[in-house]
């Protein structure tokens, strides 16, 4: 059983739309939760990072943990052709950490 | 405020040649360590992680060698490169816990 799964998509909505992001995970120790956004050939970068259940706001980024059912959710407010890339969900426990394989996202213009 | 730098950004070699691939991270003290790789299409595989000088752990038994000489450096080898040694490599560092920080990656081509 994989630590952390993740829906590859590909997904592909029109700018402006809301986009909603799912990763669910196995293990109910303590831990962080993370988002990362990843572009072609770089390296990924992080955009969320939270440990509690409930939602986590930044800018048109809104990251959502939901412990009881196991669940992490990124949604992503008036998508622009820029928030193009793969998004990677992780999560920390101790020296460890567990990646999504990745959802690829396109906004189309 | 942190960085890494991970050098360099692409790199072509003959199989059977050595590798060695350099991290280091500023602005912050006894940080823990990351090598992955990433093949295209699929996740980010951990090969190694150091949470100090000198202390390597492997998750994949392979052709690949980890060292950290400093604190603030990870270096990734190989003696002989083989053509299953191509992939993205990502150098990660973590405060001990929360979140992960990435370096831009080399892209390893092995010919």
């Known amino acids: 059983q994989k630590e952390v799964e993740q829906d590859p998509g590909p997904l592909s909505v029109p700018e402006g739309a809301i986009v909603s992001l799912n990763c669910t995970y196995s293990n109910s120790a303590f831990q962080y939760f993370m988002w990362y956004r990843q572009y072609s050939r770089k390296g990924p970068e992080l955009l969320m990072y939270t440990y509690s259940s409930g939602n986590k706001e930044d800018g048109r980024f809104t990251a959502q943990v939901d412990k009881s059912s196991k669940y992490i959710s990124l949604f992503i407010r008036d998508s622009q052709p820029s928030d193009s890339a793969t998004y990677l969900c992780a999560r920390n426990t101790g020296n460890q950490f567990y990646f999504g394989t990745g959802t690829s996202l396109t906004v189309i213009p | 405020s942190q960085t890494i730098h991970q050098w360099p950004a692409t790199l072509v070699q003959p199989v059977g040649s050595p590798l060695s691939l350099e991290c280091t991270v500023e602005?912050?003290?006894?940080?823990?360590l990351y090598w992955y790789r990433q093949a295209a299409g699929r996740g980010l595989q951990l090969l190694f992680y150091s949470v100090g000088i000198g202390q390597i752990s492997s998750e994949v038994p392979q052709n690949l060698s980890a060292s950290r000489p400093q604190d603030r450096q990870f270096i990734l080898s190989s003696k002989k490169l083989l053509l299953s040694d191509s992939g993205f490599y990502l150098c990660?560092?973590?405060?001990?816990?929360?979140?992960?920080?990435f370096g831009q990656g080399t892209r390893l081509t092995v010919v």
């Open positions: 990660a560092w973590s405060p001990g816990q929360g979140e992960a920080f």
């Open positions: 602005g912050t003290s006894n940080p823990n």
